[in-house]
């Protein structure tokens, strides 16, 4: 497991994702298969592994060391994961493979788990066990997502990210045919067409620069709608829907993926009311739309949903403009249309992987609240519920993905668990002291909330460690900019 | 005639300069000028300038002589390993702590008593000092930098080529690392010139006055290049420096240099975060807890002394091995002697 917590520990250091591609490279150039295969499914999620919680690995130490000497090094360390790492008796040299652990894992029952972490821990020297507790601990994350993952397979192998994925998707972990094509071992595995994520087009924010260049004989605009980017696709009679970074969420959104036709691939924003606002279509009657360029593809779109409408599914509206000047005014009005912004998108360029479309945010507002509670989810994220006082209780206003650089996520860890009152399941109560501050693009009225509004579109900036809790302004702030 | 037999910490104690053993009038590694000193090695928390007489291995006066912008002593005295000097009523010498070049641990002789002092020392091996020797002695006086049993160093081979890794995953980016210019440099050096690697190496102006002494000293480092010689895009050249502050020093002037710290420090990760490194490797010139505690058990003292460092856990251990352990700060300390 040398080589996969080398990697895992490069990633966890790495300043940004030029970096981290440059290293995911690397690491699928020398690992051997079927070792790679397993890695890259962690890495993107695609298997769930059990979770040890962190009940369970106090046990562990307690079972297997010193109770003085462990609670002086977790007092020195921080956190508990990395402390067992560094304490824990092993003997390297154990030559595991994390083929094998892996593996092992999955095919865990939850009674035996506990045994097999402590098995696997005695073979391993300090950084590998560091990995592999970080692996069943289930976080931090290493933070690369499933699409930086494809792209590093892709640079690896010499060919394009949508030809990863369409491998990828028909195959199941370790993907060996993916890695014999990819390392030039074998033929490009036959994909018999199963219906597979097509990286759609990215967008960048945009630059004071870009604003000399826009014109509308060249660049369309549209509303950037609140919600999350969807591809939906029907594809050889399966139909799938796809997050923005190609994860299958298919069995999330049901009644959506019902909706898909056969032989199209749709991409849009899919709002909390549950209706999807299209403005792409990159497969049309199974003919791959990609060369064309983008004013095609939006023409190939309107008559698709003309001759097939769906209430839930809607064409994004084209915003008529002449200058620059309009295009504020849109943006400034976005919010009055349940929009947090403007897309530029240039009208005659085909699909690249480049970052071709422009997005115009309204500037966020920015606030601070108290966390109330805390939850991890499946994925291993952390979620936050944040308050602000109403009369002399708190009331949450809203849920953050606690999405902080490495140290601070330690650190929080590490308050939550000092600070912790209850505990409903997953979800932890904490002692309301901590401060966050968020950024949001809009309140809206919530009449059935106790705070009667919520933040729309919260996110975490950064925690305040030394505000004090009772700093935070009570919520008639945000009332005023309730609609 | 006292009745009491005489012990240990009736004759070493520590006064407000530092260890004072009391019937040759000396103190060992003190913090403030002194009369007579014996310096342990040439690192700054244990060797300064200004004293009347000192004594010490010719590689820390060396070393000493060109570090300091001041006169270092009024008189010094090179003392050979296992040299014996006679200073007062207590017989003194040198062994070798395998920390850095020239450093010893200092054998103090007195009444039939010998005390050890370790000084920092560690027990890996290392091609730039001469190798740790165990002084069997009444009184251990040992250092406890990483006295947790947290700090286990990994081989040192094998983070170096975690090194040489990375200029494979980056050919297009210069590697900093970032190391002490006593000890920790050389020791890099000797460790990269051991993994086969032959390139120039480009090291800053302090360390490389450092490398000039340690090859008087006989340790060859192989091809050693002054910074000013590095090219406007030194490609992936492995160039090393004392820690900077981000934006400072050499690492201001590269584009994109790779940041790796070597220290016993970066075990820890909130460390390495906190100083960011990049490639953060566990590579230390300290003894590690396991070096600690083993050296105790090897030596079998009736008594250790604790101190330079994180105390309460290796006197805990050490207890637990049935021998007697304080820190030193608590030895012959009276009023006001606490620095
Ligand atoms: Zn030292
Ligand atoms: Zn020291």
């Not at chain 1, 300043?15 to 150039?29: E, G, Q």
């Not at chain 2, 010094?76 to 070798?96: F, H, I, K, N, S």
């Not at chain 2, 920790?184 to 000039?212: F, H, S, T």
């Amino acid at each position: 497991m040398r080589a996969h917590a080398d990697l895992v520990d490069r990633l966890s250091h790495a300043p940004d994702k030029s970096y981290r591609h440059a290293i995911l490279v690397d690491y699928f150039r020398h690992a051997p298969s079927p070792d790679c295969g397993w890695v890259a499914a962690v890495l993107t999620g695609e298997i769930g592994l059990p979770r040890v919680g962190p009940a369970a690995l106090k046990r562990l130490a307690a079972e297997r060391l010193d109770e003085t000497l462990f609670t002086w090094s977790r007092d020195y360390v921080g956190d508990l994961g990395e402390t067992i790492a560094l304490l824990w008796p092993g003997l390297p040299g154990g030559d595991l493979c994390i083929a094998d652990v892996v593996q092992e894992l999955i095919e865990a029952e939850k009674s035996t788990l506990s045994a097999l972490v402590a098995n696997c821990l005695d073979k391993l020297d300090t950084r590998e066990r560091w990995a592999f507790l970080r692996l069943v601990t289930g976080g931090p994350r290493v933070p690369v997502s499933a699409l930086e993952v494809k792209q590093a397979l892709a640079e690896f192998g010499g060919t394009d990210t949508s030809a990863v994925e369409e491998v990828w998707h028909s195959l199941t972990p370790p993907y060996e045919p993916l890695f014999a094509w990819l390392g030039g071992r074998g033929e490009k595995p036959r994909t018999g067409g199963l219906p597979v994520f097509h990286p759609p087009v990215a967008a960048r924010p945009i630059e004071e620069s870009d604003l000399n260049l826009i014109e509308s004989s060249e660049y369309f605009a549209e509303w950037k709608w609140d919600g999350a980017r969807v591809q939906l696709v029907g594809l050889n009679g399966a139909r799938r829907v796809f997050s923005r970074e190609g994860d299958d969420i298919t069995a999330a959104h049901s009644e959506l993926s019902a909706l898909i036709l056969e032989g199209t691939v749709l991409d849009g924003e899919l709002l909390a009311s549950g209706e999807v606002r299209l403005f792409d279509i990159l497969v049309a009657e199974a003919r791959d739309l990609r060369p064309e360029p983008y004013d095609n593809r939006r023409s190939r779109l309107q008559s698709h949903l003309e001759a097939d409408p769906v209430l839930k599914l809607s064409l994004s509206p084209l915003l008529a403009y002449t200058t620059v000047d309009d295009l504020k005014s849109y943006r400034s009005r976005a919010s009055e249309y349940g929009a947090i912004g403007i897309m530029v998108k240039p009208r005659h360029v085909p699909w690249s992987p480049r970052e071709d479309w422009l997005a115009w945010n309204i500037d966020d507002r920015r606030t601070s609240a108290v966390l109330l509670y805390c939850e991890r989810m499946r994925n291993g994220t952390l979620e936050l519920t944040l308050g602000r006082l109403r009369g002399n209780a708190l009331a949450p206003v809203g849920r953050v993905r606690a999405d902080l650089p490495e140290d601070e996520m330690s650190k929080l860890h590490d308050w939550i668990s000092e600070n912790r009152t209850d505990r409903f399941g997953p979800v932890q109560q904490v002692r309301p002291d901590l401060v966050c501050e968020v950024a949001f693009s809009a309140v809206d009225t919530a009449t059935r909330r106790k705070a009667g509004l919520v933040l729309r579109n919260p996110k975490l900036l950064r925690i305040l460690w030394d505000m004090p809790a009772d700093a935070v302004m009570d919520i008639s702030e945000l009332t005023g900019l309730a609609r | 005639m006292a009745a009491r037999a005489m012990r240990p910490e009736d004759w070493v104690r520590v006064r407000p300069e530092g260890l004072y053993v009391e019937p040759g009038n000396f103190f060992v590694d003190p913090g403030r000028v002194v009369e007579t000193a014996i310096i342990t090695h040439g690192h700054s928390d244990h060797a300064r300038a200004g004293n009347g007489r000192v004594a010490a291995t010719q590689a820390t006066l060396d070393i000493m002589t060109q570090r300091m912008n001041r006169k270092p002593w009024r008189d010094c005295q090179a003392l050979a390993y296992g040299e014996r000097l006679q200073v007062g009523d207590v017989t003194v010498w040198l062994a070798p702590a395998g920390h850095v070049l020239g450093s010893a641990q200092v054998v103090l002789e007195y009444a039939g008593q010998r005390v050890v002092i370790s000084g920092d020392y560690k027990r890996q091996s290392d091609p730039t000092c001469a190798a740790f020797e165990l002084v069997p002695c009444d009184v251990f006086v040992t250092e406890a930098t990483f006295g947790l049993p947290v700090f286990q160093h990994p081989d040192p081979g094998y983070e170096v080529t975690r090194l040489l890794h990375s200029r494979e995953i980056y050919p297009n980016r210069s590697v900093v690392v970032h190391a002490y210019s006593l000890g920790k440099a050389q020791r890099m050096l000797a460790l990269l010139r051991a993994a086969d690697y032959q390139r120039p190496i480009y090291v800053a102006p302090i360390i490389l006055g450092v490398c000039e002494i340690y090859r008087k000293h006989g340790i060859d480092l192989g091809d050693l290049r002054a910074l000013d010689q590095l090219e406007n895009n030194p490609g992936s050249e492995i160039i090393l420096a004392p820690p900077s502050k981000p934006g400072e020093g050499i690492v201001g002037k590269l584009r994109d240099p790779l940041i790796v710290m070597a220290s016993g420090w970066m075990t820890v990760r909130k460390h390495a975060r906190g100083r960011g490194a990049e490639l953060p490797l566990v590579i230390s010139d300290h003894a590690d807890w396991n070096e600690l505690v083993s050296t105790i058990q090897d030596l079998a003292p009736e008594e250790v002394w604790v101190t330079h460092g994180r105390e309460d856990a290796l006197i805990l251990q050490t207890q637990r091995l049935g021998i007697k352990a304080r820190a030193l700060s608590a030895i012959g300390n009276g009023a006001g002697a606490e620095q």
